[in-house]
């Protein structure tokens, strides 16, 4: 394991002791999956996160490993007419389109990497995403900010630029 990767035995152990409602429902060599719920204002929310450590030889950008979050209950509302809709700040789930993933951190600024402990990070700002999409549900407005990557940062070219929600 490269010395700046958290092993999964780590960010299993961290979430444990931080978040002791998330529980893993799968494991593998590398891989693990919590679901758990949040309450960041009203509703409770059901969550999944999915985390896979990427080898220190692989060539990978942050987009492909980063941690995989979906909200299954409620399932999140899809709304055409608001601000950043249908759902801001997603990315689509080709396998199940009904469950996006939520996008959570500027990728491409490495706001995360796999060195960040999921405890400290992809949770509370899983949390901080529903609290500012129960915002935009009673407002139509998304005061979350963020932004998402351009489709030449997706392709691997170089140009950052800002772009609408997804």
């Given at each position: 394991m490269?010395?700046?990767?958290i092993?999964i035995?780590?960010?299993?152990?961290a979430?444990?002791?931080r978040?002791?409602?998330?529980?893993v429902i799968?494991?593998?060599d590398?891989?693990?999956?919590?679901q758990?719920?949040?309450?960041p204002l009203?509703?409770?929310y059901?969550?999944r996160i999915?985390y896979?450590?990427?080898?220190a030889?692989?060539a990978?950008?942050?987009?492909?490993?980063?941690p995989?979050?979906?909200?299954l209950d409620p399932v999140?509302?899809?709304?055409?007419d608001?601000?950043e809709g249908?759902?801001?700040?997603v990315y689509?789930?080709?396998?199940?389109?009904?469950l996006?993933?939520?996008?959570?951190f500027?990728?491409?600024?490495?706001?995360?990497?796999p060195s960040d402990?999921?405890?400290?990070?992809t949770?509370?700002?899983?949390?901080?995403?529903?609290?500012?999409?129960e915002?935009?549900?009673?407002?139509?407005?998304?005061?979350?900010?963020?932004r998402?990557p351009?489709?030449?940062?997706?392709?691997?070219i170089?140009n950052?630029?800002?772009?609408a929600?997804v």
């Amino acid at each position: 394991m490269h010395p700046g990767l958290i092993s999964i035995e780590n960010q299993i152990a961290a979430m444990a002791e931080r978040w002791p409602g998330f529980k893993v429902i799968e494991r593998a060599d590398r891989y693990a999956v919590w679901q758990g719920r949040l309450q960041p204002l009203q509703r409770f929310y059901t969550v999944r996160i999915g985390y896979r450590v990427p080898l220190a030889i692989e060539a990978f950008s942050l987009l492909q490993v980063q941690p995989r979050v979906q909200i299954l209950d409620p399932v999140l509302e899809r709304h055409s007419d608001y601000e950043e809709g249908p759902v801001p700040h997603v990315y689509v789930n080709r396998d199940e389109p009904r469950l996006p993933y939520l996008c959570l951190f500027d990728a491409y600024n490495r706001e995360w990497t796999p060195s960040d402990l999921l405890a400290e990070t992809t949770v509370p700002w899983s949390s901080r995403y529903l609290f500012f999409y129960e915002g935009w549900l009673a407002t139509k407005s998304w005061r979350g900010g963020g932004r998402h990557p351009t489709r030449e940062e997706q392709d691997g070219i170089a140009n950052k630029k800002a772009i609408a929600a997804v």
